[in-house]
């Protein structure tokens, strides 16, 4: 079974906590970033299957940006909300954003989740399902930019 690889963006504290989760599961590459200037770097190049953010990484970087970005490389994302609240208001974003409406794709690439419950799930499933989204992206990212 081919190895899924996540690319991990949040704090030292929030990386060990999920390195120490997610090592557990033998069919997960890891690599962590814990730095805002090398998290734009780094997400513009696609070696990496699925982007988990901490919700509260950065006070000036948004983790919804960075999942924008990750979006406009075709890969999915996933934001870790620590707080059900958090959570919530992560949910209304992409029900009510003008983005999400825009780029209708993104809306099954940028996914939320509270904690760390079912991320094995939602990995599993984004890590075989975002492949076919790449004509879509790319087709709905040239006719609303340009």
Request: hydrophobic share 40%.
């Amino acid at each position: 079974m081919k190895k899924v690889r996540l690319l991990l963006i949040g704090s030292e504290e929030w990386l060990k906590g999920a390195i120490f989760l997610l090592s557990k599961n033998d069919q997960y590459l890891l690599e962590t970033i814990n730095n805002e200037r090398d998290a734009i770097e780094r997400l513009s190049h696609n070696s990496y299957d699925i982007l988990l953010i901490d919700n509260e990484f950065s006070e000036t970087i948004e983790s919804i940006k960075l999942a924008k970005l990750a979006y406009a490389m075709t890969r999915p994302s996933i934001i870790i909300c620590s707080s059900i609240l958090s959570y919530l208001q992560s949910k209304i974003w992409q029900y009510l954003s003008k983005f999400t409406n825009t780029f209708i794709t993104s809306k099954k690439l940028i996914n939320f989740s509270y904690g760390f419950h079912s991320i094995n799930d939602q990995i599993d499933f984004l890590s075989k399902d975002y492949k076919k989204y790449f004509n879509v992206v790319k087709k709905e990212i040239k006719i609303n930019t340009f």
